[in-house]
């Protein structure tokens, strides 16, 4: 979500670059705006022209349409070349004459400027690099990345197209993506050697512009002449005609690497598109998308490579109007979006105000995403450089040059602020007597952290074991600022609570001092985060390790200029002068006496792009209001309307005789074939005895599952035709009847008899525990009595406790007597359910069976019926009068498959019919009552004049065609019997294969371009209708 939101500020801030531009020539921007739509729409157009072409040529073959849409191909690509052409000329045009315009602004203002040179535009002091804010403009402003802007939005319109056309290509598109961004790369390294060139071209003009800010006083009295003021603009002007000249080349040469790109995709597309056609995309969806997604990938990378320009340009600090500010409550000021750029310029610290410098004459510049580290001796200043560049050092103590955040002086920059926007990481970490949530959070500037931000940071820092292994956790005091904590982890807490400030810029002092192998490695790795992550890294320390890390090293030197070594340059006012100073390089007279340089007309460029505009106009109203007539293709043949009569037989067979030939004629009812009846005779025998025994099981089953019926006796009722039939199976199944009512009865005696057994034991439990019952009851009125006698002293303890003795083991027998009385009982329940399921599960078993038998019984009858009506089928006849059109079977004795075709007859005196198949796709289009066109499916076609046909009816479900694909069947009528041609006629007969189009409406060309691919691309509508535009 954070990148989706960078990106779409990044685009915003190119868009204003672009808008500011445009908003200054209206009519110029009117012509850009217009010529980008017209060429987005015909790049769009192309791709759908190509659409259109193949796939015309692969549903009818080359005809009139095809080369009327072929020929609308090469016109849609000749009219976008042209207009792209045209449009990069006047781009360019305009980036010239906005750079011009910047030169003769920046001139002004340095000749007007005061005695130091500087330029002051808006808030803070600007810079004396006006060379190099005018490169960065000059890079941005160029034909290239203008149109590639102007492009960005349109190239959703393509994006969306092939989304809309099958999401399943969106993989297919990102091999077009990977293709084009090598190719962009390619291109990109080609156009910085360019870049190099137009650089070179505009030295001289530069090198004019800063000696007229490192010398204005020069100028103002020595060079206010008109022969002075004329050798500048004719400088100018030479460098400003090298570097349209070197602009329109490299224009030229990013259109030309785009369309490689893109013909290079739509090649790798087309060469897979054959295998496409038997997929569910057809082959010109296939090419369609290649184009679109080709188009896509180049407007894509030309705005990658030209964002990247135009956003270095709107953050060119100094450029006029590039800083904004918003005022903070002590009156002076932040910065709104603030990079974490810091500059140095000639700067010399003391260690007490007014003191000797311990640092002096330092130039250095911090760049977001870049590390530098500061080595040197004790006492060389290290410290008290990152407490500058913290905010922490007092002004006075910089006793000379100037702290400069994104060109802005550090002493109008409120100090509150300056120190939210640093991560600072002290040598010697002091905290607050907090806890170390408390000090973590006062760390965060007010940004909200829960706890689990926080034990996430401290995690990163190698620390969430040992806070989290004490029982306070987060909650843990920290005493004597933090000295109770041992240094490593003062250390590591110390780089949490820098990262909790999550400001562009990170210092850090001896970070690596007093940290083991582990910490130091982690140390590394998060600084190394850091600068990666974008942010500006200074570290200070003598650590070997830290060269790894650095893009630039400043070692310092007590009391010495420091040395800054690295990839940046070391920047110093003379060397800035020496690179801005005027060169003459005058190379011929130029009579202009002012610096009036006006926007080349470029009149002929302008109509050009009017007359493709207005041509791409006036053909979509055209298209737009011209009609076409909206038809469906099918493929069909002619037939009889009563349609041809097959006989078949439904269960195959031997054939037995064979009574007619082709060509003959048959009456209804009329014996045309006679079949053998073995195979029907066999299953009927068959069937009948399985019938029978399964009749006899019925009644087995019924007496075994209802034993006491009122309704039968003691044995199976069989019915009397079965026993008058088959005897010995009606005596079979009555002896199993007995044998197994027999086990039954067996099994139940053997379950009384556990019965018996069970209640015997009941009983004679429970008379020994009624009569121990009763002895406790006399024991313990004679244990009251020898309780009495024993406080008397009439009676021996002894006796006594003997007594007690027996009335526990009386109590003893009483409870095992009731434990078994309770396991007995249980056994009787027990066997008392058994007994009932013995009778149950017979019953049961009994029922199941009998219902099992009632359901075969139940099919086997619905076969016998079957097999019954079969035997009578062995005669096939003729349902109608007509002719035998084609015998299938020739000799007696020939196999036949159930269902097979044997012969087919057509009715005579029937009249002729087109009988055709219309895809499922097309049955929301084809009614009854619509007229249709019928032509002969000939090479001959065009001789004779299509009949006139209206559809009479469509079948009411979509059948299957033998080869798979499932349609709906149509037929259409015709008053005519033939074709009529010229100079003779083409008679209808059954069987002809014909073309059909069905007029399903009108729509006008612009539709049908548009469709099927878009307009018809809904889900669940039509994608493979077809027009008929000839």
Known sequence: MGLARSGLERYIAAMMQVGNL?????????????????????????????????????????????????????????????????????????????????????????????????????????????????????????AGNFTAVLDAPCSLLFLAAIAWIHPGLGVLGGIGVIVAAVLGKAAQARAAKTAEKANEAVADMRASISSLASQGDTHKVFGSGPDHEACMAGTIHRAHEKRINLGRRAAGFEIMTG?????????????????????????????????????????????????????????????????????????????????????????????????????????????????????????????????????LLPQEQLIQGKILLQGVDSKEIAREWWRTQVMYMPREPVFFNLSIRDNLRAASMGRPLDDGSLARMLSRVGLDGFVFSSAEGLNGMLHDQGRNLPLGQRKRLALARALATGGPVALFDEPLEGLDHEGRKLVLGIIKELRNAGKSVVVAGN?????????????????????????????????????????DRKKGGHSSTTLDVQLEPMLGKRLQAWAVMACFLIFCVWSGGSRLAMVSHLHGRVAVSSGVAPIEHLEGGIVAEILVREGEQVEQGQVVLVMKETMAGANVGELGARIRSLEADVARFRAEANPGDARQSDEPLYPEVLQQEEPELVQDSLALFRVRTGRLASDLAAQQEVISQSMERIAEVEARLESSRNALALLQQELALSQELLKDQLTTRLDHLRLLGQAAMLEAAIVEDESLLLAVSTEAAQAEKELAAVSRDFRVEALEKLIGTHEELAVLAARMTRYEDSLTRTMLRSPIDGFVQDLFVVNPGEVVEPGETLL????????????????????????????????????????????????????????????????????????????????????????????????VGERSLLRYLLSPYFLDSIPGNVRNHSEDIS
């Open 543 to 583: 650590d070997p390790e830290l060269a790894f890390l650095t893009n630039q090293c400043v070692v310092l030197q007590p009391g010495k200029t420091p040395h800054v070594k690295g990839s940046v340059e070391n920047i110093k006012a003379t060397d800035l002068a020496q690179r801005m100073k005027w060169t």
């Open 904 to 999: 087919r007859v057509v009715p005579d005196r029937d009249r002729l019919v087109v009988e055709a198949r219309l895809p499922v796709g097309e049955i929301g289009y084809v009614h009854q009552g619509q007229h249709a066109l019928i032509r002969l499916d000939s090479p001959d076609a065009g001789i004779y004049e299509p009949m006139a046909a209206i559809v009479e009816r469509i079948s009411p479900d979509a059948v299957r065609s033998p080869d798979g694909p499932r349609y709906y069947q149509v037929r259409l009528v015709t008053k005519e019997q033939g074709f009529s041609g010229p100079d003779r006629e083409y008679t209808l007969y059954p069987g002809m294969v014909v073309r059909v189009a069905v007029v």
């Open 22 to 142: 445009l908003a200054r020539h209206p009519v110029r921007a009117l012509e850009l705006i217009g010529a980008t739509l017209v060429a987005t729409l015909l790049s769009f157009s192309t791709a759908l022209f190509t659409m259109h072409v193949l796939r015309r040529y692969v549903a009818f073959g080359v005809d009139g349409t095809l080369l009327l849409l072929t020929l609308g191909t090469l016109v849609a690509l000749g009219l976008l070349l042209w207009l792209l052409a045209v449009r990069s000329a006047l781009a360019q045009a305009l980036c010239s004459h906005h750079a011009l315009l910047m030169e003769q602004d920046m001139i002004k203002a340095a000749v007007s400027s005061p005695v130091s040179g500087q330029v002051r535009p808006g808030h803070g002091n600007m810079v004396p690099e006006v060379g190099s804010a005018m490169q960065t403009h000059y890079a941005a402003f160029e």
């Open 259 to 391: 369309w490689a790109s893109s013909m290079t995709t739509t090649a790798l597309y087309a060469g897979g598109a054959v295998l496409a056609v038997a997929g569910e995309i057809t082959v010109a969806e296939f090419i369609g998308v290649s184009i679109l997604g080709a188009r896509a990938c180049q407007i894509a990378i030309r705005y990658l490579q030209a964002r990247t320009k135009f956003i270095a340009a709107s953050q060119t600090s100094t450029g006029p109007g590039f800083q904004s500010f918003s005022p903070s409550s002590d009156g002076s000021y932040g910065l709104e979006n603030y990079s974490g750029e810091i500059e140095l310029r000639d700067v010399a610290l003391a260690s007490r105000p007014q003191g000797k410098p311990v640092l002096k004459d330092l130039f250095l510049r911090l760049a977001p995403g870049h590390c530098v580290v500061v080595t040197g001796p004790s006492g060389s200043g290290k410290a008290m450089l990152t407490r500058a560049l913290a905010g």
